[in-house]
């Protein structure tokens, strides 16, 4: 398999994994009994974290660090924040 597919693979499963959060936080509002509530948003969990670092695992650990840092919402605003300043030079 060619890197730039395997990249274009990981990245793929990096955002299959936010359709499973997002699958994981719309099932407690489903009609659904309890057990399968507590079932269903424990599967979406698990399938969420194995998502998102076998993509990570793909895209390999430069890209991986650079993606993860992108969805931390505490680097949301510090990034503009910083590019204000003019400390953006800094950042790794």
Do not use: H, R
Not at 10 to 30: C, D, E, K, Q, R
Not at 36 to 51: C, D, H, P, Y
Not at 58 to 67: A, C, I, P, S
């Amino acid at each position: 398999m060619g890197k730039n597919k395997q990249i274009k693979i990981g990245i793929a499963l990096i955002l299959l994994s936010g359709l499973a959060f997002a699958v994981m936080l719309l099932i407690p509002f489903l009609d659904l009994e309890s057990k399968t509530k507590v079932i269903g948003s424990t599967s979406a969990f698990i399938a969420m974290e194995v998502l998102f670092y076998a993509g990570g695992f793909l895209v390999g650990k430069e890209l991986f660090v650079k993606y993860k840092s992108y969805l931390n919402p505490k680097n949301w605003f510090k990034k503009k924040q910083l590019k204000d300043t003019g400390e953006m030079d800094d950042l790794p």
